[in-house]
Each structure stands twice: as C-alpha cells, then as structure tokens.
C-alpha cells in the first residue's frame, strides 16, 4: 500500500485501509476507495463538487491543524505553560489511539458484555467514547437505566441516526407523527365522535404532552438503547467475520458505529418526506384537507 494511504479511510465504506488491500482513487479529485467498494458505487461521492473539492486525507487535515497549533504556541509561549499534555502524533486515528488506551487504562473494571468488550464499545461509539463508556458501565453494573442524556433531548430525534439507531429514531418519529396524526383525525371526526371543543382543547393538549413524553423518553432512555444497539450490532460483525484479524474486525466495528451528520440529517429528513407521504395520503384518502406539514409546525 502507498505510504500516503496509511491511515486513510474508504470513503464509500469508511474503513481503515490495510496493507494487502486494492486501492483506486477517483481521477477528478483523488479520492481513495477500496477497489471492491468503487466498483460497486460506480461512482466518486464527490462528483457533485468536482472542481472544486480535491481530497486530502484526515491524516493531512490534522497535521496541518497541528502545525497551526505548533505555530500559535511558538508565537504566544506563555500559553504552553498552561500544564495541558501535548501529543506529538502523526495522524487523528493516532491521537485517538492514545486517548482510548488512556481510557480504557482508567476502565480496567469493566466486565464484558455479552462478550463484548470495552475496547469494542470504544471503537464502535468513536467520539466521545469518554462519556459514553463510564455510562455503559454503570447501566450494566448497577442496573440503571436512567442516565439522562442532553444530545438526545436536545437533538432529537436527529440525534438517534447521529448514533446509527435508525430502528430507535424511525420508531420515535413514527410515534411522532402518530400524535399529529391523532390530533387530525380527532378534528375532522369530532362531530361523528360527538366531541365538543372543549374535548378538543383536552386532546389537542394530551397529543402535545405525548410529543414532549417521546423527547423525555429519548432524554432518559437513549443511552440504554444506545448500549443494546452497540452490542447487538458488534456481535453481528464478530460472528460475519469469525476468521478476520483482530485490528480488521476493529476496523469494522468502527465503521459500523462512526457518528456521521450528514448521515443523519439525511436520514430523518427522508423519514420525515416518507411519512409525511403516507399521512398526507392516508388523509387524502378520508376526505381530509388538512395538510399534515401545516398541523406538524403548529
Ligand atoms: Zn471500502
Ligand atoms: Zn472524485
């Protein structure tokens, strides 16, 4: 492998690339991707910004950040006295190497999983792996589900497909759009149902309060659902790949849990599309006018 790909990632698979493997760059702007992974996309995920967009490898990216650091200290030496650690490291996955090894130094205790272990969680959640690891343990060990997470509350429920729970955030938003829903339905049929508007205004706030239930929910129980996906999909990859080397089968448990934003605003915006789809049918279908966007923002 050309030294320059050394811990690069395929940007169709977003795997680490090892030695014995075939690597091709797209021509227009050098992107790597396993060749296996190029044939199958067909296609360089950077097209649309051919011309613009050259690519340069995370590796690349960090060191220039560090020498930018490295300048900015030599130009103000009076903040490098300030007793933080300074890491000279060649690359990001390096960095982060360390910081795990630190990490994982401090959580000797932590008992496996299902056989999963704590080096495994740490490869799978990636970032803040230091927040999320102490949590995980304390939900085994201590049996608690509530471990209030903020991201989830506040980010919701983006924050789910953030962490590659599609099932947990598809479920959520389901439940989501089923109380606008409801609160459509009871409108239009408040006559048949024989509902005044005072059963309304009771059932406009009840849908409200089930909207806000769904977030303290995600608020409350995210972390726990985070732990069960984790483990569930890293014991998936480890009975896929029985044979694989220990550092691949890392490589894989690191690619299938990476937090991506993109990803995830992509995601929720599209089951947001979908669903609003299927409702806005389902009322057409009833007779019902009420755009299910307009009811969704009020
Ligand atoms: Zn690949
Ligand atoms: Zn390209």
Redesign the pocket.
Known sequence: MHEQFKNEK?A??G?KFFDDEDIVVCPECGTP??R??WNRVGTCIHSAEHGSYEWKGDSAELREHLENVESARINNPETSEDGFEIFHVESYDEYREIMDRKLLEQQKDFEEIDGVTAQELLKFVGKNGYYYLPVFKDIRKNNKLLKLNFASFLFFPIHCFYRRMNLFGVIMMVLLFLSTETRILLNYFADNLGLSSGDLAVAYVVTAMISLALNIFALMFFNYFYLKTAVRKIKTIKQQYPDESRERILARIEAAGKPGIFYAIAFSFCTAIAMMLVFQLINNTLGISISVLKELVN
């Open positions: 395929c169709a698979c795997m991707y396993h296996e992974c």
